[in-house]
């Protein structure tokens, strides 16, 4: 079964510049999850989706940040115009309705953004 | 709102236990968990414990739970080279899908 899969691995941008993140979650899935991991930090949530229904964007800064997952399935998480302090790892995860009430989460392996 | 606490270095010889511990608020927690994750790595469901258990044992590793103090454990017998990775400690409150991660605990495994 293949996993989560996120791209770019790692971006390099200036200041001000727009970015994009695509994830492809687990097959069946319908619980998607944004998470922002800065340096030495745990993940932080940054937005959740059930199906295609944003459920949980409280703590996404919706001035730069917007998220999309039109059709239930993969998504893609804007940053325009980037920050300095916006340089993290962003961690896309999966759960199906069986592992979403245990709380078990997949995770892909992340995208590195570096904010110049 | 909630917060999760781990220290953030362990360094043991291979072949000892290593014992990460972790603390929380939250006294709702429903469950609580252990994810791992290398280098490079997503981060990976290790163990989970649901808050009415005190001790929960899969294979090398031994969860401990006190609720009452709000304190968590990971206990990993015979620790391996391949153990070697940061631990991050997660508590799962009100909030159905929501967790909430500790700052995660590097475990360094030397020879």
């Known amino acids: 079964e293949a996993g989560v899969v996120q791209s770019p691995r790692y971006k390099i941008i200036e200041k001000k510049q727009p970015v994009a993140f695509w994830c492809n979650p687990i097959?069946?899935?319908?619980?998607l999850y944004w998470y922002r991991q800065n340096l030495g930090q745990g993940p932080e949530l940054l937005i959740r989706y059930e199906n295609e229904e944003a459920v949980d964007d409280s703590q996404l800064p919706k001035d730069r940040f917007s998220a999309e997952r039109l059709k239930g399935v993969d998504s893609t998480l804007k940053i325009q115009p980037a920050e300095l302090g916006d340089s993290a790892v962003y961690l896309c995860?999966?759960?199906?309705?069986?592992?979403?009430?245990?709380?078990?989460?997949?995770f892909g392996e992340g995208s590195r953004l570096t904010v110049l | 709102g909630e917060d999760v606490e781990q220290s953030l270095f362990l360094s043991v010889r291979e072949g000892d236990s290593s014992v990460i511990n972790c603390t929380y608020t939250d006294s709702s927690s429903t469950y609580l968990y252990w994810y791992k994750q290398e280098p490079g790595a997503g981060l990976q469901l290790l163990t989970y414990?649901?808050?009415?258990?005190d001790m929960k044992q899969d294979q090398r590793l031994t969860v401990l739970l006190n609720k009452k103090d709000k304190h968590l454990s990971l206990r990993i017998a015979d620790t391996q080279t391949g153990d070697s990775a940061i631990y991050f400690c997660a508590e799962r409150g009100g909030t159905a899908s929501k967790l909430t991660f500790g700052t995660g605990t590097r475990l360094q495994v030397t020879l």
């Open positions: 097959s069946g899935h319908n619980t």
């Open positions: 995860a999966s759960s199906s309705r069986a592992s979403t009430k245990t709380g078990e989460l997949f």
């Open positions: 414990i649901f808050s009415n258990m």
